[in-house]
């Protein structure tokens, strides 16, 4: 398979490592949608590297690695 960049996203001091449906799992490891409706209530999926993303709720969906922020926690990162 074909080695790709990884998507890194900085909302926070550390970075995040984020897929999108239908791509090749980056590095495995525990993921969870990034809407933070869906966040909030989602089960973490165990996906191994090289694994196309799931669907997130019958939707497309940009994954992240790691545990969801609450909504107010990712305000406060962000300024």
Do not use: N
């Amino acid at each position: 398979m074909k080695r790709r960049s990884v998507a890194r996203l900085t909302p926070s001091r550390t970075d995040t490592v984020a897929a999108r449906t239908g791509e090749h799992c980056p590095e495995s490891g525990w993921w969870y949608p990034s809407e933070i409706e869906e966040a909030k209530a989602a089960v973490p999926r165990f996906i191994g590297e090289g694994s196309v993303m799931p669907a997130a709720g019958g939707t497309p969906s940009l994954w992240l690695q790691g545990r969801p922020q609450k909504a107010g926690k990712q305000e406060e990162l962000a300024r």
